[in-house]
């Protein structure tokens, strides 16, 4: 029961971004989801954001939708906590 993970536009320009030795580290956790898209340290999140889940990476987020008939996860957004929720409150409007 294996997920495709995809990122957006967006959340791949957010991982671009990033230093080299980061986008490694993430890129490895999101290959995860694809086994378990909701793993025991994944929060669903609420409020403007409800139905979307956000996993810890160190200093950085990243936030999913999961799409179980589908079995795919899409990863929308990724970032360092200290601006990380405001940024996915900002696209989300």
Not at 37 to 60: E, K, Q
């Amino acid at each position: 029961m294996t997920y495709e993970v995809g990122l957006t536009e967006a959340a791949d320009r957010d991982l671009q971004k990033l230093p080299p030795a980061v986008q490694r580290r993430i890129t490895q956790r999101l290959e995860l989801l694809g086994q378990d898209p909701r793993p025991r340290n994944a929060i669903p999140l609420t409020g403007t954001l409800r139905g979307s889940w956000r996993v810890r990476i160190g200093n950085y987020r990243a936030s999913y939708e999961i799409d179980d008939a589908a079995r795919t996860v899409v990863v929308w957004a990724i970032g360092h906590r200290s601006g990380f929720y405001d940024e996915a409150l900002r696209r989300r409007r």
